[in-house]
């Protein structure tokens, strides 16, 4: 799971690997992205939402919301 | 700019008085003007719904791709922050009431807006954006020194405290913006 509160990707949970799903849990009010750089992964969280998505390539993904720049993250999966 | 600049002391001035009938227990009314829930939800939702307008504008007139993107978020986030604040305080039972704070804003926002519909291109994307940073840093430090502190209502607060942090970030997005623009 990765919460998303007041503007902000909480930390991403270690030992991730290929095939993993991951839970978007959006807790503002307001609609977030999160958008691998590598096109990996873009996946839209509504408002107060929580969206799940599988990992499907391995490797380090940075990642970022489409409508907010300023928010990033980085998520790690192993083969 | 400077306009801008008078109105975050406008509101500053508000809140000394707000303050100051705060102190003379809440018997009498005072001629002050006070800063209750209900002017506060007032002001903050004219906030939001002056930078959607505004971000309708930028969507007719601009064509930068980067600029639109920014208006949309505009759009989308205001619209959904407001849609929540109405929620609030019909649960609340407030009803906003109207202030010179939220008067003024929308007179500035009115000036600004004939202002730049004259331009387009370059010049009308950066006096947009110029406004919007601006505009989120005047109600950026509204919110921080004056209207989460005189909120009451624990939810109204922890709503505006939300605001703070999204109006943050949208403040720095134009910030970003306005260097790309330069
Ligand atoms: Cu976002």
């Given at each position: 799971m990765i919460s998303i509160d007041r503007m902000k990707f909480d930390s991403v949970p270690a030992n991730l690997k290929v095939g993993d799903t991951i839970r978007w849990v959006n807790r503002d009010a307001v609609p977030h992205t999160a958008t691998a750089r590598d096109r990996s992964f873009d996946i839209t969280i509504p408002g107060n939402s929580i969206r799940e998505m599988k990992i499907l390539k391995k490797g380090q993904h940075e990642f970022f919301c489409?409508?907010?720049?300023?928010m990033k993250g980085v998520l790690s999966a192993a083969p | 700019m400077l306009r801008v600049m008078f109105l975050g002391m406008a509101i500053a001035s508000s809140s000394l008085a707000a303050a100051s009938n705060d102190n003379s227990s809440s018997a009498a009314s005072t001629q002050e003007t006070s800063i209750g829930d209900a002017e506060i939800a007032h002001i903050a939702y004219t906030a939001g719904q002056l930078d959607v307008v505004a971000a309708q504008q930028a969507l007719e007139r601009s064509t930068n791709k980067d600029v639109r993107a920014f208006a949309a978020t505009m759009l989308r986030d205001h619209k959904a922050v407001n849609d929540l604040a109405l929620a609030l305080v019909t649960k609340l039972g407030v009803t906003p009431q109207a202030n010179p704070v939220s008067q003024s804003l929308t007179d500035e926002a009115d000036a600004v807006r004939a202002r730049i519909a004259k331009l387009s291109g370059k010049a009308f994307d950066r006096a947009y954006i110029d406004r919007e940073v601006g505009f989120h840093a005047a109600v950026n430090e509204a919110l921080r020194s004056t209207l989460i502190p005189a909120a009451q209502h624990p939810e109204l607060k922890d709503l505006l405290e939300q605001g703070l942090a999204l109006f943050s970030a949208h403040q720095q997005h134009a910030e970003d913006l306005a260097r790309e623009l330069q």
């Open positions: 489409r409508f907010h720049p300023a | -």
